[in-house]
């Protein structure tokens, strides 16, 4: 049962998130908006299904990132999440939250053993990929 499917999101803290986007805009051809840069890909297996991975600038003093006092934390894209975290918790992993739902997604975060904060999501990809629209990257 335990699965992830890929990389949801990178997500970083950085001095100035806007600087940064726009530094990768200019000299990488990263399409962002608000939120950073969608990267779209085909799923293995399935092409004409899509998927999306964010790379996502936070401004240094973020919050979202805690209880972690790392300066990075990793969302990884996860089938059937409320199922993953029945047996996640019935193996004694420590939740931060419950499990949110979007329009977009489930979204549940813990720690991993090093401190890392980690948020698993099982991903809505049509209705992501209608809020990214133009900004995303192929």
């Known amino acids: ?37 969608s990267f779209m890909w085909n799923k293995l297996g399935e092409p004409d299904k899509k998927g999306f991975t964010l790379w996502a600038p936070f401004k240094e003093s973020t919050d979202y990132f805690k209880p972690s006092e790392k300066d990075f934390m990793v969302n990884f894209r996860v089938e059937n999440l409320d199922e993953l975290v029945k047996t996640l918790k019935s193996e004694g992993v420590k939740f931060l939250d419950e499990i949110e739902t ?21 991903p809505d990809d049509v209705k992501y990929e209608k809020l990214v629209g133009e900004n995303k990257m192929s």
């Open 102 to 122: 979007f329009e977009y997604g489930k979204f549940v975060h813990l720690l991993d053993p090093d401190g890392v904060k980690l948020e698993l999501w099982e």
């Open 1 to 37: 049962m335990k699965k992830v499917t890929g990389i949801g999101g990178i997500f970083f803290k950085c001095k100035d998130s806007k600087k940064t986007m726009e530094w990768y805009s200019k000299n990488l051809g990263f399409k962002t908006d608000e939120y950073g840069s």
